[in-house]
């Protein structure tokens, strides 16, 4: 019986691995440059929709350019308003709830040393540092949501130039390529992408928002609006951001205000993501996205380690539009193949 191997191209793979290495880095590197061009890019595409349609409607260019804009910044504004306001109001009982977490994390530990028999020297100290490093894990995602902020103005501007110029930048990518309508194509697909999966998902995050605060509101839950609210948003980064947002939402209501406000929370998000999952999702996005599990953790994690929070929110579209590259792109069939959810 005779041993027969496979004949595999060792540059081939170790031109691969510098190409993602390189690119990985990059993007790193370039953070504070790529990542605004990147959030820019992705809310023309879904400005551009609204200013097409108003321009079918016999609206100017530049008119539909500007009620798009200004609907971007009341949608903006209203968030930035709401969130903020819940914020402070959280902030101000800060105090109160670093007391109340901490006389929860001493009775469990209390409970688990006698019932379980751990034995947990110093744990009142212990206890003390961990909501410590919890409130430093709190600063840190308000550090990075103010960074985003802070850039606003250069995104702002990148958004009004990308709508003003969106045919001279389709010309420029079609003369890229000999093959004008392919990449016609590569650019159609790319867009509906992008604007099928944030249209769709902005509206299961308001249906999840209206469920999660209700339930909340009937559960005597405290801080339930910014509890949903929070959830909701978090709702976004596919499947890490239900477990972060749940699962901060079922701490904090356990922390304040005991074990049972915080299983009605887990009950209310449960029945919401078996909602979402089953029946919102296929229904009011489809299969537009259509990509494999393990790809889509695997890209939410690698932006958010490059990028954020931001780049966890933005990794599913840009692996989307990767995978349309990748199917209009010769000899890259093997990764459009590997994105691809399969049957």
């Not at 951001?241 to 922390?255: H, K, P, Q, R």
């Not at 993501?273 to 494999?292: A, F, K, R, S, V």
């Not at 995978?323 to 459009?336: L, S």
């Amino acid at each position: 019986m005779s041993n027969s191997k496979i004949s595999i191209s060792g540059s081939y793979l170790i031109k691969a691995i510098l190409i993602f290495g390189s690119i990985s880095a990059i993007l790193y590197i370039g953070s504070s440059l790529l990542l605004p061009l990147f959030i820019a890019a992705i809310i023309a595409v879904l400005l551009d929709k609204p200013a097409k349609k108003m321009k079918k409607w016999g609206v100017p260019n530049w008119l539909a350019i500007t009620l798009s804009v200004i609907l971007m910044l009341v949608i903006f504004f209203l968030l930035t308003w709401l969130i903020g306001s819940q914020i402070n109001t959280m902030a101000g009982d800060w105090p109160t709830i670093k007391e109340k977490a901490t006389s929860k994390l001493n009775d469990l530990s209390q409970w688990a040393n006698q019932n379980l028999n751990w034995d947990y020297k110093d744990y009142i100290d212990n206890n003390k540092r961990l909501v410590q490093k919890m409130e430093s894990v709190a600063g840190v995602f308000l550090s990075s949501i103010i960074n985003l902020l802070s850039q606003s103005f250069v995104i702002f501007i990148y958004i009004v130039l990308l709508l003003m110029q969106k045919v001279m930048f389709i010309r420029f990518f079609k003369k890229l390529t000999s093959n004008s309508e392919a990449m016609g194509s590569l650019l159609s697909n790319s867009s509906k992408i992008i604007t099928s999966y944030l249209f769709g998902k902005g509206k299961i995050m308001i249906l999840l928002f209206g469920i999660y605060y209700l339930g909340f509101i009937l559960g005597s839950v405290p801080y339930a609006l910014f509890l949903a609210l929070f959830a909701s948003l978090f709702s976004i980064i596919p499947y890490v951001g239900n477990i972060i947002g749940g699962g901060v939402a079922v701490l904090l209501s356990f922390l304040y205000a005991g074990a049972t406000p915080a299983l009605i929370v887990i009950a209310v998000i449960a029945a919401a993501q078996l909602l979402e999952n089953y029946i919102l999702t296929p229904w009011i996005i489809g299969d537009e996205t259509n990509l494999n599990p393990f790809i889509t953790v695997f890209g939410v994690i690698l932006f958010s380690a490059l990028w954020g929070i931001v780049g966890a929110i933005i990794a599913l579209p840009i692996i989307g539009v990767l995978k349309v590259i990748f199917d209009h792109t010769k000899g890259m069939e093997a990764f459009a193949y590997l994105i691809q959810k399969k049957d």
